[in-house]
């Protein structure tokens, strides 16, 4: 019940085309579901959150679309780059001092 | 501002040895966690410390031990090194709960055991 399925475990898209990365979760106490973006070599980094009481978050070129019913979240992003390429977690939290993270994607767009 | 500073970037142990690995923190932040990266596996929890004197078992802390002395410093001790415990291993720290905000990471202590 802890945990957070992520898939595909890897995506290839063409530079301009639509990256689209889901997950899955079962505890329904979640109540903070972030992405973090990881580099080669470097450590994770906050991309953006959304929280149960929103459907849809957006910044820039990344969206997180949640759907509650279907214990669902997924994150877009739009008009994938070549620095977009990277690995790619989502995670969840409830109100306790633990994140559990989904088992990544890597990202790789081609110009 | 240096952030979440990790030492050693990379060591190879032989089974059985024992070491430490540092982690700093200058954000004055109250929670500092240790995870663990391995391929296909994601981000696994090993300890967490919600401030100076208080730690917590994450996930999988069998094989590991930690302190937290001070707020700045979260040193993680392998005792008796396995190759199960060959990993990338990753120190963060929240201002509060990570329910609230960022987590911050480490750029990451690469372990081999041999």
């Known amino acids: ?111 | 501002n240096a952030g979440v500073t990790q030492t050693p970037k990379f060591r190879i142990l032989k089974i059985g040895q024992s070491m430490t690995l540092q982690c700093t923190q200058d954000m004055n932040h109250n929670y500092m966690y240790w995870y663990r990266q391995d391929p296909g596996m994601g981000l696994k929890l090993i300890y967490y410390s919600v401030g100076a004197g208080i730690t917590d078992k994450g996930e999988v802390p069998n094989g590991y031990n930690v302190s937290r002395s001070t707020t700045e410093d979260f040193p993680l001790r392998l005792e008796l090194a396995a190759p199960s415990q060959t990993s990338v291993y990753f120190c963060a720290s929240s201002y509060g709960r990570v329910n609230t905000g960022e987590l911050f990471f480490g750029e990451g202590s690469r372990l081999t055991v041999l």
């Open chain 1, 1 to 111: 019940q802890q945990q957070v399925k992520q898939s595909p475990q890897s995506l290839i898209v063409q530079k301009g085309g639509i990256s689209i990365i889901n997950c899955a979760y079962e505890n329904t106490a979640f109540d903070y579901f972030p992405w973090y973006q990881q580099f080669p070599g470097k450590g994770p980094a906050l991309l953006i959150a959304i929280r149960p009481d929103v459907s849809e978050k957006k910044e820039g070129r990344f969206t997180i679309s949640f759907n509650k019913s279907a214990k669902q979240f997924s994150l877009h992003i739009m008009d994938s780059q070549p620095g977009d390429s990277a690995t790619y977690f989502c995670a969840a939290s409830r109100d306790t001092d633990k994140l559990i993270f989904g088992t990544g994607t890597r990202l790789q767009v081609f110009p």
